[in-house]
């Protein structure tokens, strides 16, 4: 085998291995060959982009398949191609090292983000071509957080719900209540305070019960696909029959919940604050609250392991960096966060619908 190594790998900027908006990628494509090489091309990509896929089964033989795409960016740079007249360039036995730059762009572009159904990827990727040969593919996902967006209608206001029922099986009288938080837009890791108002003039009592749910839809040609996950749940003493009282409860968002995402046509991962009554033998009165979550403040950025490389390297692309020992300068270690499934540990609802605006 001529190829000994092909890879690419890119330097980290911050402890969590994360990028944003605006923030430069600098990292290397790594080409390692047994003796001198004819190559055609070298070139480096940078993609965002999104993919919805799900299949819907119509009796025993029938189904369908929803698929939707979307692209956020897509940079493409030769590194290598056609030095010579027969098309070809040559690159000498031992370990090559051709560096990269890149910037992601400063607009908004959705989070990171993989489920069953569809993902939103960041990549880094090579493609080395030869002569009546497979273009050989290297290729490395990288973490992309985006930007608290501030613009989000009523992220700062008051959100309010209310509620009444009347019970007239297995009981009589009236129910109502009154839910209140302060705002809307909450950071990974701060507490939701909610305030509740309960007047219990019914022959029954109740117990009000809190739950933060996610809420994860998916778009593709003209069709909606929903899983719901419950986050959080608690619950508090119930409330006596002819009676009134107001509960604040606290709720702390886990610090490593995904933001949500919604700024994607086709993908929103949305949470709610749900409150419902409980009360035996009939239907539960049910308020539902939006919460947007949004991202904390990125990291310090620190000196990347290497240098850091701009665009001006490739003035000379037929001269990179060659070495025959190991690479000195390996991406930074970094300890990733715990992974979200771990706060995810109520059973999941899914189901998809024709036409329908998101709830």
């Given at each position: 085998?001529?190829?000994?190594?092909?890879?690419?790998?890119?330097d980290?900027?911050n402890s969590?291995?994360?990028f944003?908006?605006?923030?430069?990628v600098?990292?290397?494509?790594i080409?390692?060959?047994?003796?001198?090489?004819?190559?055609?091309?070298?070139?480096?990509?940078?993609?965002?982009?999104?993919?919805?896929?799900?299949h819907?089964?119509?009796?025993q033989?029938?189904?369908?398949?929803?698929?939707?795409?979307?692209?956020?960016?897509?940079?493409?740079h030769?590194?290598l191609?056609?030095a010579?007249?027969?098309?070809t360039?040559?690159?000498?036995?031992?370990?090559?090292?051709?560096?990269?730059?890149?910037?992601?762009?400063d607009?908004?572009?959705?989070?990171?983000?993989?489920?069953?159904?569809?993902?939103?990827?960041?990549?880094?990727?090579?493609?080395?071509?030869?002569?009546?040969?497979?273009?050989?593919?290297?290729?490395?996902?990288?973490?992309?957080?985006?930007?608290?967006?501030?613009?989000?209608?009523?992220?700062?206001?008051?959100?309010?719900?209310?509620?009444?029922?009347?019970?007239?099986?297995?009981?009589s009288?009236?129910?109502?209540m009154?839910?209140?938080?302060?705002?809307?837009?909450?950071?990974?890791?701060?507490?939701i305070?909610v305030t509740?108002?309960?007047?219990?003039?019914?022959?029954?009592?109740?117990?009000?019960?809190?739950?933060?749910?996610?809420?994860?839809?998916?778009?593709?040609?003209?069709?909606?696909?929903v899983?719901?996950?419950?986050?959080?749940?608690d619950?508090?003493?119930?409330?006596?029959?002819?009676?009134?009282?107001?509960?604040?409860?606290?709720?702390?968002?886990?610090?490593e919940?995904?933001?949500?995402i919604?700024?994607?046509?086709?993908?929103?991962?949305?949470?709610?604050?749900?409150?419902?009554?409980?009360?035996?033998?009939?239907?539960?009165?049910?308020?539902?609250?939006?919460?947007?979550?949004?991202?904390?403040a990125?990291?310090?950025?620190?000196?990347?392991?290497s240098?850091?490389?701009?665009?001006?390297?490739?003035?000379?692309?037929?001269?990179?960096?060659?070495?025959t020992?190991?690479?000195?300068?390996?991406?930074?270690p970094?300890?990733?966060?715990?992974?979200?499934?771990?706060?995810?540990?109520h059973?999941?609802?899914?189901?998809?619908?024709k036409?329908s605006s998101?709830?």
């Open positions: 085998m001529t190829i000994l190594n092909f890879s690419i790998e890119y980290a900027i969590h291995n994360t944003t908006n605006g923030d430069t600098n990292g290397r494509i080409v390692e060959v047994s003796k001198e090489t004819k190559v055609q091309s070298l070139v480096f990509i940078a993609k965002g982009k999104a993919r919805v896929v799900w819907e089964y119509y009796g033989h029938q189904h369908r398949v929803f698929w939707a795409d979307e692209k956020y960016y897509d940079i493409k030769h590194i191609r056609e010579r007249q027969d098309g360039e040559v690159i000498g036995k031992g370990r090559h090292v051709f560096p990269f730059s890149f910037k992601i762009p607009r908004r572009i959705p989070s990171s983000f993989k489920d069953c159904t569809g993902k939103i990827v960041h990549k880094v990727k090579a493609e080395l071509k030869q002569s009546m040969k497979l273009t050989k593919t290297a290729k490395a996902h990288f973490t992309f957080c985006s930007k608290a967006d501030m613009d989000v209608p009523g992220l700062l206001e008051p959100q309010y719900g209310s509620k009444d029922k009347s019970l007239k099986v297995f009981g009288g009236n129910v109502s009154d839910v209140h938080t302060k705002r809307m837009g909450y950071k990974q890791g701060e507490n305070k509740v108002e309960i007047l219990n003039q019914s022959s029954r009592s109740v117990k009000p019960k809190f739950t933060l749910y996610e809420k994860k839809s998916f778009f593709a040609q003209g069709r909606r696909r899983h719901t996950k419950e986050i959080l749940k619950k508090i003493e119930a409330l006596a029959s002819s009676s009134k009282d107001t509960v604040t409860k606290v709720m702390s968002i886990p610090r919940l995904p933001p949500s919604l700024n994607c046509s086709i993908i929103k991962l949305e949470y709610r604050l749900k409150l419902c009554l409980d009360i035996k033998c009939t239907k539960d009165p049910v308020i539902k609250l939006p919460i947007v979550v949004l991202p904390k990125a990291p310090a950025k620190q000196q990347p392991a240098a850091a490389y701009g665009f001006e390297a490739f003035a000379n692309p037929t001269q990179p960096t060659r070495s020992t190991p690479q000195q300068a390996a991406p930074q970094y300890d990733p966060p715990p992974p979200y499934e771990a706060y995810a540990f059973p999941t609802v899914t189901y998809s619908e036409n998101v709830l």
